[in-house]
């Protein structure tokens, strides 16, 4: 009996182990999420001008919001789509900046998304003012839903980013300054 009992054992690692190299073999053919945008903040010529680093895509989409509780309840955001010029490792688009050559300002007019009590305003973000939170987002969600990190910062941020550097994120909730070629070098590879 002790030998049936070790063959029916011996059998089902047998199978349990060629189910997982199936399930290994067939995954390998996905290589993870589509290649995310990165965001950082740079100030540049004085002005808040979002850093992003393109991973392979031929357009990117650069959203600013005002992040923090407002009268109006309303979600007030500065949003545009930029088309690359050609293959690029990454772009600066000035935040809050006019309509340039291959971009597409996408949140120039207010409305109401949903029905009901479900629904809420987006109005266009036009500055940025001290005393508030504001994140900027560049991230396109892969096929899991991940997305990059965004950065949340306010007007006292923006002194303390110098020359060649940017606010990047470190993860969800926390930001640094660092040189804006490591951020750059880091991602996408």
Known sequence: MAITE???MRRSVAVAAAAVMAWISL??????P????YAALAMIAGRPTAVIVVCERSTVSVDLFLNDDT???ALHRWSVTVTLP???QDVEVELLGTVRPGW???????EVIGTGLDSFKVEPLTSIDPGHHYTLDSSASGPEGARAPAVTFTTDDLPKIGAGQVLAPIDHKRSKVVSRDSFVNERCG
């Open 86 to 88: 050609g293959r690029v």
């Open 6 to 8: 070790d063959s029916t």
């Open 71 to 73: 009268v109006d309840g």
């Open 27 to 32: 995954g390998a053919c996905y290589l993870g």
């Open 104 to 110: 597409e300002i996408t949140s120039s007019e207010e």
């Open 34 to 37: 589509d290649p995310m945008q």
